[in-house]
C-alpha cells in the first residue's frame, strides 16, 4: 500500500458524485473518508434484488454514451468499464404509438457527420423538417444557434423546427437528457447536450449499456479506498460541518460522533444540504438559491412476460406514456432459473412522470403493456406474470432557464468547504456524467486552493 499524502478530506455522500471525488482524491494522493447515510453506495444509481422474481434490477434505468467523459474515467479507475456493451455508433429505433417504425441511424459515417445521415435518413419526417433540423445542428456546431434565457421549446420555435421534427427527434432527447418538457428545460442545456452527444467527435454519441446491475459497476471502491488508506462510513448521517477559527475542521454525526479532516466536499442534494448549519457554509443568496430547486419525477417500470417479444435492445416510443423500452434479456445476464421462469423482462421509463406520478403501480403497469402490446404486435401473445414499479419523486433537480443561470458553484464561503453533485452548477443537466464532473471539478478545486 502506498500513501502520498497524509491529507484526509471527507465526502459526505456517496452517489456518483462522491465516488468520483473519492477517486479523484486517491489519484492525488489524499486519503478520502466517505461516508454515507444509506446503507449502500451508488445514490440514485443503485441495484437491487426484486422480491418477487429474485432478479437483479436498477432503481431506474440509465444509459451512457461515448461523450461521458468523466463518468467514464470514474468506471476505468474502478475496473469495470468492461460491464458496458458499446453501441458501434449511434442506431436509435422510434416506434409509433400504431407500431410503425423509423430508425436513427448514424453507423453510415463516423462522428456528427453519421448523426446528421441519420437524421437525413429518417423516413417517417419530411424533407423540410429533416432540412430545419440540419440547419440547426450546424449552428449549434458554430456557435450561431441564440438561446440565452430561453425554455427548450422557445428555442426550438425561434430556429423554426417544425412540430413533426420536435415530436419525433427533439423532444425524446430532451425527456430522455433534461428529464423535462420542453416548455420548462433550459435551453442552454440541451445546446450543450446536443453538442457534447449527438454532434460530438469521435464516438461521442455512441451509446453504451449496462450488462450488470448498476451497483456492481462500482463493487470495487471499498477495497480501492481501503488500499490507498481511506475509509467508507455507511449509515452515518451528519448534522453539521465543525467549524474553528472560519474553516472546516470535520463533520459531526447524528450520534455525535467526530470526524475530522483537511477539506470537506458536500455531495448531497440540496434539501439534505439546508438541514446543516448551512448559513456557516454559503451566503444569503446561495441559501435562497438553494430553496428554488425543485424535482423532477422518474418512473421506472419491470415486467416481466412468459416469452420475448422484443428484437430491439431498447427502442424510443413517441406519442405514448412510455418514452424508452429496454430489452432486459438482451442487455442483462441472469440466472438460468429466471431465464426459464420469466423469458420475456423489459424495464420501461416515464420521465417528467408528474402526470402520471400519483397513478397506482397496478394501474401503470397494465396502462404501460397495452402500449407495449400496440407498438409490438408480438406482445399480444405473451403473458404479464410480474410487475415493479419504482418512482423516484426527486429524481433529478427541473433544469429552468431561471434556475440555470445561478446554480450553485463548488466553491463556498468556507476555505475549504466544496460543493457537489449534479444539481450544481456543472453546464450539464442532471446525469450520471454530470455527477461525475462534480465531483472531480471539487477535488481539482482543493489541489489549486
Known amino acids: 500500500?502506498?500513501?502520498?499524502?497524509?491529507?484526509?478530506?471527507?465526502?459526505?455522500?456517496?452517489?456518483?458524485?462522491?465516488?468520483?471525488?473519492?477517486?479523484?482524491?486517491?489519484?492525488?494522493?489524499?486519503?478520502?473518508?466517505?461516508?454515507?447515510?444509506?446503507?449502500?453506495?451508488?445514490?440514485?444509481?443503485?441495484?437491487?434484488?426484486?422480491?418477487?422474481?429474485?432478479?437483479?434490477?436498477?432503481?431506474?434505468?440509465?444509459?451512457?454514451?461515448?461523450?461521458?467523459?468523466?463518468?467514464?474515467?470514474?468506471?476505468?479507475?474502478?475496473?469495470?468499464?468492461?460491464?458496458?456493451?458499446?453501441?458501434?455508433?449511434?442506431?436509435?429505433?422510434?416506434?409509433?404509438?400504431?407500431?410503425?417504425?423509423?430508425?436513427?441511424?448514424?453507423?453510415?459515417?463516423?462522428?456528427?457527420?453519421?448523426?446528421?445521415?441519420?437524421?437525413?435518413?429518417?423516413?417517417?419526417?419530411?424533407?423540410?423538417?429533416?432540412?430545419?433540423?440540419?440547419l440547426l445542428a450546424a449552428k449549434i456546431q458554430f456557435n450561431l444557434a441564440s438561446y440565452n434565457g430561453m425554455s427548450a421549446a422557445e428555442f426550438l420555435q425561434y430556429h423554426k423546427q417544425p412540430q413533426e421534427i420536435i415530436t419525433r427527434l427533439w423532444e425524446p432527447v430532451i425527456l430522455a437528457t433534461l428529464n423535462s418538457t420542453p416548455e420548462n428545460a433550459s435551453a442552454s442545456l440541451l445546446v450543450e447536450v446536443l453538442k457534447r452527444a449527438m454532434f460530438g467527435s469521435g464516438d461521442a454519441s455512441s451509446l453504451l449499456l449496462p450488462q450488470a446491475g448498476l451497483s456492481v459497476l462500482f463493487e470495487p471502491l471499498e477495497n480501492i479506498i481501503h488500499q490507498h488508506g481511506g475509509s467508507i462510513m455507511l449509515s452515518t448521517e451528519i448534522k453539521e460541518v465543525l467549524m474553528f477559527d472560519g474553516n472546516a475542521i470535520g463533520v459531526v454525526t447524528q450520534d455525535d460522533r467526530e470526524v475530522r479532516g483537511d477539506d470537506v466536499i458536500l455531495t448531497i442534494p440540496p434539501r439534505a444540504l439546508q438541514r446543516l448549519n448551512i448559513q456557516q457554509i454559503v451566503d444569503g443568496k446561495a441559501q435562497s438559491t438553494l430553496q428554488e430547486y425543485v424535482f423532477s419525477p422518474i418512473i421506472s417500470v419491470y415486467l416481466w412476460f412468459d416469452k420475448n417479444f422484443m428484437d430491439d435492445d431498447f427502442a424510443a416510443m413517441l406519442e405514448t406514456t412510455t418514452q424508452w423500452v429496454f430489452n432486459k434479456r438482451k442487455m442483462i445476464q441472469t440466472t438460468k432459473e429466471c431465464l426459464q421462469q420469466y423469458p420475456g423482462h423489459v424495464s420501461l421509463t416515464v420521465s417528467a412522470a408528474n402526470p402520471i406520478v400519483h397513478e397506482s403501480a397496478e394501474h401503470i403497469a397494465h396502462h404501460c403493456t397495452e402500449e407495449l402490446r400496440k407498438v409490438f404486435p408480438a406482445a399480444h401473445d405473451a403473458t404479464l406474470l410480474q410487475y415493479k414499479v419504482i418512482k423516484e419523486k426527486q429524481a433529478t433537480f427541473l433544469a429552468t432557464p431561471q434556475l440555470e443561470s445561478h446554480r450553485l458553484q463548488v466553491r463556498t464561503t468556507v476555505p475549504n468547504v466544496y460543493l457537489a453533485g449534479d444539481w450544481t452548477n456543472t453546464g450539464l443537466p442532471a446525469t450520471l456524467e454530470g455527477a461525475a464532473q462534480s465531483g472531480v471539478k471539487a477535488v481539482t478545486e482543493i489541489i489549486f486552493a
Not at 53 to 80: A, K, S, V
Request: net charge positive; aromatic share 6%; hydrophobic share 40%.
Open 1 to 134: 500500500m502506498k500513501i502520498t499524502s497524509h491529507k484526509r478530506c471527507i465526502i459526505v455522500g456517496a452517489g456518483v458524485a462522491g465516488i468520483a471525488a473519492a477517486l479523484e482524491c486517491i489519484a492525488q494522493g489524499i486519503q478520502p473518508i466517505l461516508i454515507e447515510a444509506k446503507p449502500y453506495i451508488g445514490g440514485r444509481a443503485r441495484s437491487f434484488v426484486d422480491k418477487s422474481t429474485n432478479e437483479t434490477i436498477d432503481n431506474g434505468q440509465h444509459l451512457m454514451m461515448g461523450c461521458y467523459t468523466y463518468f467514464l474515467q470514474m468506471l476505468e479507475r474502478l475496473g469495470t468499464t468492461h460491464l458496458l456493451k458499446p453501441q458501434p455508433a449511434m442506431k436509435v429505433p422510434f416506434y409509433n404509438a400504431d407500431g410503425t417504425k423509423d430508425v436513427l441511424d448514424a453507423s453510415r459515417m463516423k462522428g456528427k457527420n453519421g448523426v446528421a445521415l441519420g437524421i437525413w435518413n429518417l423516413k417517417r419526417v419530411s424533407t423540410a423538417s429533416k432540412l430545419r433540423a440540419l
